[in-house]
């Protein structure tokens, strides 16, 4: 596997990465509640459920109003990718607060708005799970490389005209197209910043910087580690008025590359069908499994967080600018990095951009931009914590680690510059079977840039 310095990386976080070319957008007010999801790996089976089953819930996405298509597909791999992505979509979570809960019509399901898009005040929060479960299925579409369309009239006309067998007879002609018998509405498009020299990403930040150590750690306590331990460095920078106040979020999630999913996913289905043995290779608590970095001082021009965590891999599941938190998850591709042992891992500086103007007059409302400066970290460091600056080195990273979904946004994420994981996840299933082994492509014995990691 080869995992990349984070020097020169640039990115952004949109909140929607799907080019559309027509929005419209109603809103829902909702009581407060919750609803979780169980994980769904990427490769899910469904052995209860029949073909025509399938096909007639697939066929109920297809509309003379809307069809799907990707270049060479045929009928058979739509309905393949509409069932995974149909499974993986259960893993769905809602979290709200009584709120007003703004969705696009033309993305919910015919079960969830209702004869002709009436929506009905009873419905609350079982129609935003349905939502945000049609939303994710979407996603997964668009990131397999389908996009929907709106046929033209005649083609249109005689998909309404059809169904079961007939309407897959029918699109096998339409759907494998380079260019499509209609307008393209929506596909996935990877949305990655530059460099752009408007966002001021280089700017030198005021010292000394805020550092925050931990719930009631003074910023003076001398860190100590030991050589299986290891260190975070993640710095909040606020060079501008665009950023001045912005809160900002991210977290990390402990990843097993063997396996291909989060590590705690792969040792609970280890675990499935085995007995409570007290000798049984259990997860030691003390392994980190999620850390999160949140602003602390919103208001700090320069803002440096150092956490303890164990040495191994972990995915960046989840990014937000402007708020506390994040219930969106970067489980269809994440960025995935190298945390290694004695040392102190630097995650980076991240700007977290509000309403910023790019040179080519693109606006983004709002985005969490990687600014890489570990000298200018390890320079804030030498006088705060001289042990930490000292034992500061770049992580490796990888894009593309896939894992289990179960989160509110379902979506993908990569960094510039910086090459995708050479494992390939095994396919696990959600019901019976094991898991086959993972393998790995010749790309994980370069060291072109980084180091070849195992």
């Known amino acids: 596997m080869k995992l990349w310095p984070i020097f020169a990386v640039f990115l952004c976080v949109v909140v929607s990465p799907i080019n559309s070319s027509a929005q419209q957008f109603g809103t829902l007010y909702l009581p407060g509640g919750t609803i979780r999801g169980d994980p769904v790996p990427q490769h899910p089976v469904d052995p209860d459920m029949e073909q025509e089953e399938i096909v007639y819930l697939a066929q109920r996405e297809i509309t003379g109003r809307q069809y799907f298509n990707r270049p060479g597909a045929t009928m058979d791999d739509y309905y393949d990718d509409w069932l995974t992505c149909h499974l993986i979509s259960k893993g769905s979570s809602v979290s709200f607060a009584p709120t007003a809960y703004v969705y696009n019509p033309a993305n919910v399901s015919p079960m969830a708005a209702g004869i002709g898009g009436a929506i009905g005040a009873g419905i609350g929060s079982a129609f935003a799970e349905q939502a945000v479960i049609d939303s994710n299925r979407r996603n997964c579409l668009y990131i397999k490389g389908w996009r929907r369309i709106r046929p033209r009239v005649n083609v249109g006309a005689g998909i309404s005209q059809r169904e079961g067998e007939a309407l ?66 993640l710095a909040f920078r606020r060079p501008d008025e665009r950023s001045e106040g912005e809160r900002a979020f991210l977290r990390l999630l402990r990843y097993d590359p063997e396996a ?28 980190t499994q999620v850390l999160t970095f949140a602003s602390v001082d919103r208001k700090a021009p320069y803002e440096i967080h150092v956490a303890r965590l164990t040495p191994g891999y972990y995915v960046i599941d989840s990014v937000a600018a402007g708020s506390k938190g994040s219930t969106a998850t970067f489980c269809f591709g994440a960025p995935l990095m190298s945390i290694e042992a004695g040392k102190a891992s630097y995650i980076g500086d991240w700007v977290p951009f509000r309403n910023a103007r790019l040179s080519d007059g693109r606006k983004i409302t709002r985005a969490l931009a990687l600014a890489p400066r570990i000298d200018e970290t390890r320079h804030a460091l030498a006088d705060l914590q001289p042990t930490v600056a000292e034992a500061l080195v770049p992580m490796k990273l990888a894009n593309n680690a896939t894992y289990s ?10 960094l510039a510059g910086v090459d995708d994981l050479s494992i390939r996840p095994p396919v696990r299933q959600t019901t019976q079977g094991e898991a086959t082994a993972p393998s790995v492509s010749p790309a994980a014995a370069s060291s072109a840039g980084a180091g070849a990691l195992p």
């Open 168 to 233: 897959t007879a029918y699109l096998e002609r339409y759907i494998g197209e380079d260019e499509p018998a209609g307008k393209i509405l929506e596909e996935w498009e990877d949305n990655v910043m530059p460099n752009d020299p408007l966002l001021k990403l280089d700017t030198p930040m005021p010292l000394p910087a805020a550092l925050w150590l931990g719930e009631g750690v003074s910023a003076d306590t001398p860190l100590v580690w030991e050589e299986d331990e290891a260190l975070a460095v």
């Open 405 to 414: 979904c179960a989160g509110g946004i379902m979506s993908k994420w990569g």
């Open 260 to 287: 291909g999913d989060l590590e705690i996913v792969a040792r609970m289905d280890a675990e499935k069908g085995q007995s409570d043995d007290k000798d049984q290779d259990r997860m030691p608590p003390e392994v």
